[in-house]
């Protein structure tokens, strides 16, 4: 039996995250926000100078679009929508009889709504920027920000079934976005050593679903398409992907329509931070009082 208390519990205990009954999902306390903003002012200072358009969506997307993405084909076990009561009185009247009784799912007449919970930031920007017609010789870049749904619930404090990532998302030609990719692998090396956190890169895979995803992931790694960021958080021996760097080459740019100005079909990638898990990975490794970090941390993050 392990009767050293967890990180979770001892999380709870500070009152850094609040217990809400459900694996997965957290408050958080103004101090653990107080440090997710602090570090997203790093992030803008770091990135501010590129000129990218900043944009923010709800954590729902229009389930069209959602659709269109091909989520469902890779990712059903994780997907989460919204589904709402849109009877009548009589159907009402069962609705309540249903949840007194208890016995059958309450749920099961709701109605899917036009939205999904967003899986991740970028996922609602593909379209708009699609809608805005040819993109720019000199590539596109945008700062994302979004509160994101997946449905793992876990009870390691760093996964979580709702958490805020912040994403830069870059489109243009192959070179233009692996560089832009490059460069920010060495920047989040770079960030994190500021904060004084120990961190690898190694290179990755999504958790594609069934027999046939197995192929997918394998080819992903095969082609460098995914690398992650990653931090001791809950086990040194397998530390926690705290940031994500993908190039998709020209997958969603056909999907989606997004051309070039000459034609041709873009490239794209995104840089995705799990804030969450960046502030858990500061909170792990300097303590659970903010107080007590090292000056040169607080310096970075508070000036
Ligand atoms: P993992 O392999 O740990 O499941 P991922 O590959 O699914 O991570 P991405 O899809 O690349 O992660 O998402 C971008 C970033 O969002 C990750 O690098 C991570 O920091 C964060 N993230 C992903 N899933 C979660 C989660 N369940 N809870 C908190 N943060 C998450
Ligand atoms: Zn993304
Ligand atoms: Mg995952």
Same mark, same amino acid.
């Given at each position: 039996?392990?009767?050293?208390? !967890? /990180?979770?519990?001892?999380?709870? %205990?500070?009152?850094? =995250? ?5 694996? +997965? ?58 589904? !709402? /009561?849109?009877?009548?009185?009589? %159907?009402?009247?069962? =609705? ?5 009784? +208890? ?54 404090p760093a996964r979580q079934q709702l958490f805020r990532m912040r994403e830069y998302v870059c489109m243009g030609t192959e070179k233009h976005v692996t560089d832009f990719r490059q460069s920010w692998m060495d920047r989040g090396v770079a960030m994190m050593k500021e904060v004084g956190l120990e961190v690898t890169i190694d290179v990755a895979n999504d958790p594609f679903f069934g027999r046939a995803g197995k192929m997918l992931a394998n080819n992903q790694r095969d082609q460098d398409l995914k ?77």
């Amino acid at each position: 039996m392990d009767m050293q208390t !967890s /990180f979770l519990d001892r999380l709870f %205990d500070a009152g850094l =995250l609040i217990d809400t009954g459900v694996d +997965g999902l957290y408050g958080r306390s103004g101090q653990f926000e107080d440090v997710i903003a602090a570090f997203e002012r790093l992030i803008d200072r770091v990135g501010g100078g590129d000129g990218a358009e900043a944009m923010r969506f709800p954590p729902g997307m229009n389930r069209a679009f959602f659709e269109k993405s091909g989520y469902m084909k890779s990712f059903p076990q994780l997907a989460g929508t919204v589904h !709402s /009561f849109c009877g009548n009185e009589l %159907d009402h009247m069962s =609705l309540l009889r249903c949840m007194e009784v +208890g016995e059958e799912d309450w749920t099961r007449d709701q109605k899917a709504t036009d939205i999904v919970l967003t899986p991740a930031a970028c996922y609602p920007l593909y379209p708009t920027v699609a809608r805005r017609g040819p993109i720019p010789a000199k590539g596109a870049l945008y700062d994302l920000q979004s509160y994101c749904f997946r449905h793992e619930p876990s009870q390691d404090p760093a996964r979580q079934q709702l958490f805020r990532m912040r994403e830069y998302v870059c489109m243009g030609t192959e070179k233009h976005v692996t560089d832009f990719r490059q460069s920010w692998m060495d920047r989040g090396v770079a960030m994190m050593k500021e904060v004084g956190l120990e961190v690898t890169i190694d290179v990755a895979n999504d958790p594609f679903f069934g027999r046939a995803g197995k192929m997918l992931a394998n080819n992903q790694r095969d082609q460098d398409l995914k690398f992650e960021l990653l931090i001791p958080i809950t086990s040194v021996s397998k530390p926690t992907a705290c940031m994500s760097f993908n190039y998709h080459q020209d997958a969603f740019g056909s999907k989606w329509g997004l051309n070039m100005e000459d034609g041709s079909v873009a490239h794209t990638a995104c840089v995705g931070f799990g804030l969450e898990r960046i502030a858990l990975a500061l909170f792990h490794t300097h303590g659970l009082d903010v107080a007590d970090w090292p000056e040169s941390v607080r310096k970075t993050l508070w000036g």
